[in-house]
């Protein structure tokens, strides 16, 4: 499967966002998707993750109450809606899906298929 993430930018802080990441190649259905995010001299850090039915969501708990994340099948598109970004909150931002099963969902290492990312810059 092919990804293409999309949808970054220089907000403000308190600003929105959504993010898209888009598939081809395959049913999309099969695929769970995850967001993960790398900040300048940082390591890549889990978001959150979304299963391939769309029926169990996980986020980090930077993120949690402010970001939400959703799978459309039909259109192959997942979907990462940030509000009241802050800046610690910039980064690129990767999506990556998975259509195998690991006991560790939420670490990069499961996933096998990457998009390209895409900058998200929040301004103090």
């Known amino acids: 499967v092919q990804l293409q993430a999309s949808g970054g930018g220089l907000v403000q802080a308190g600003d929105s966002l959504r993010l898209s990441c888009a598939a081809s190649?395959?049913?999309?259905?099969?695929?769970?998707v995850g967001w993960f995010r790398q900040a300048p001299g940082k390591e890549r850090e889990f978001v959150a993750r979304?299963?391939?039915?769309?029926?169990?969501?996980y986020y980090a708990d930077s993120v949690k109450g402010g970001f939400t994340i959703s799978k459309d099948n039909a259109k192959n598109t997942v979907y990462l809606q940030m509000n009241s970004l802050k800046p610690d909150d910039t980064a690129v931002y990767y999506c990556?899906?998975?259509?195998?099963?690991?006991?560790?969902?939420?670490?990069?290492?499961?996933?096998?298929?990457w998009g390209q990312g895409t900058l998200v810059t929040v301004s103090s």
């Open positions: 190649g395959r049913t999309f259905s099969s695929y769970a």
């Open positions: 990556a899906a998975t259509d195998r099963w690991s006991h560790r969902p939420l670490i990069a290492t499961s996933y096998d298929y």
């Open positions: 979304v299963s391939g039915s769309g029926g169990s969501i």
